[in-house]
């Protein structure tokens, strides 16, 4: 038998080592490395989601709080305008006006338009006559703001007809057609630069007593513009956010009554104060709250300055508003009590506070033709 002789190594040959893992120590530091870059992109994703929450939620309150004030503002503006005659120069129509279901009272009432503006304070739920649900918090302004004016849209009688919308495209919409007319369940005033009145057109005041407005009418050269009453307030909606809330004059079988619309939610707090003017240029240089305003005083408000105090739909739980937010007159601090909202603190609520400042031109103008 021939035996086989053992191979001799090739000269410069490496011999195979052995394959060994990750010792423990190196697994140890390894996952503890990976560990802390994990925690940290962690905690910048929290981070980062955290801000986007926090100016989302900004956003969204400073939002809420501008359509508030635009609401206001716009409303504000047209406050103490009739037409084409002043508010002192205008009388209720000598037929009468029918009666306003469920109207406010006292001076908030839909057709006391010598009030062009009037307010006071909500201290409890049920309020000038007509609200229930104010909302009425300590230490949180709850304001009632009534502005009286008409719509600018003037209803013509250019053919001396005696009737408005038979001829005239009073819309301008380019046809003429029933947005034309008078609609049943509206109020209304009729004037021209010298006098006016305001008149209801219902089915106890049909469109036979409408005055008229022609060259040869009850109003020369005038015109009819469809009257505006709003009263907005804090409306307390229980289990749900508090919202910016107003009375309207809504037309029901003919009849006006006197309707709830919902604006704006999450409105907690509104400051109204009224500005006088003190040396005669019908610019506002004092302003108060409605209790300092005299009841003879109201029609001599030239400006208005708006607080609104809004805070976010859902309460968190894990944040606590330690702010203060000056509303005129007031400050108010969340954190001061324990009253509860929506099955939580006050204190849970982000919020933000936004303000605003309106000139009343039509009353200035007002202001300026009774000091001459």
Not at 8 to 13: L, M
Not at 16 to 39: D, K
Not at 134 to 148: E, F, M, Y
Request: one cysteine or more.
């Amino acid at each position: 038998m021939n035996r086989q002789r053992p191979q001799r190594p090739v000269p410069g040959a490496v011999r195979g080592r052995t394959q060994r893992g990750f010792s423990v120590i190196e697994l140890m530091v390894a996952s503890t490395v990976g560990l802390l870059i994990v925690a940290a992109v962690l905690g910048l994703f929290i981070s980062n989601r955290k801000v986007y929450s926090e100016t989302e939620l900004q956003a969204e309150l400073q939002e809420n709080s501008r359509f508030a004030l635009e609401y206001l503002l716009n409303d504000l503006r047209h406050a103490g305008f009739y037409g084409r005659a002043r508010f002192f120069s205008l009388e209720v129509s000598s037929n009468g006006v029918s009666a306003v279901t469920g109207d406010c009272t006292g001076d908030a009432g839909a057709f006391d338009f010598e009030l062009p503006i009037w307010g006071k304070t909500a201290a409890s739920a049920t309020e000038i006559g007509c609200i229930t649900d104010a909302l009425a918090v300590d230490g949180i302004p709850s304001d009632i703001l009534v502005i009286r004016s008409v719509l600018p849209l003037a209803y013509l009688d250019t053919d001396d007809s005696g009737t408005v919308g038979d001829t005239e495209d009073n819309n301008g919409d380019g046809s003429v057609n029933a947005a034309d007319e008078l609609a049943l369940g509206r109020a209304y005033v009729a004037s021209n630069t010298q006098q006016g009145e305001l008149f209801t057109l219902t089915s106890a005041h049909p469109l036979a007593e409408v005055p008229t407005v022609g060259a040869s009418g009850d109003y020369p050269d005038g015109a009819i513009w469809e009257y505006s009453y709003s009263a907005y307030y804090i409306r307390n909606r229980g289990t749900q956010p508090p919202t910016l809330s107003r009375k309207r004059l809504t037309s029901v079988s003919n009849g006006i009554s006197m309707e709830t619309e919902d604006l704006v939610e999450g409105i907690e707090g509104l400051r109204v104060m009224y500005g006088f003017d003190n040396d005669g240029d019908a610019v506002a240089d004092r302003y108060v709250a409605a209790s300092g305003v005299a009841a003879d005083q109201w029609s001599q408000i030239v400006g208005v300055k708006l607080f609104v105090l809004a805070r976010e739909l859902r309460p968190d739980r894990t944040y606590q508003d330690t702010r203060d937010y000056v509303m005129g007159d007031t400050t108010v601090t969340a954190t001061a009590g324990e009253t509860a909202s929506q099955g939580a603190k006050l204190q849970n609520f982000h919020r933000t506070m936004m303000m605003s400042t309106v000139s009343l031109r039509n009353m200035a103008f007002v202001a300026e033709e009774g000091a001459l």
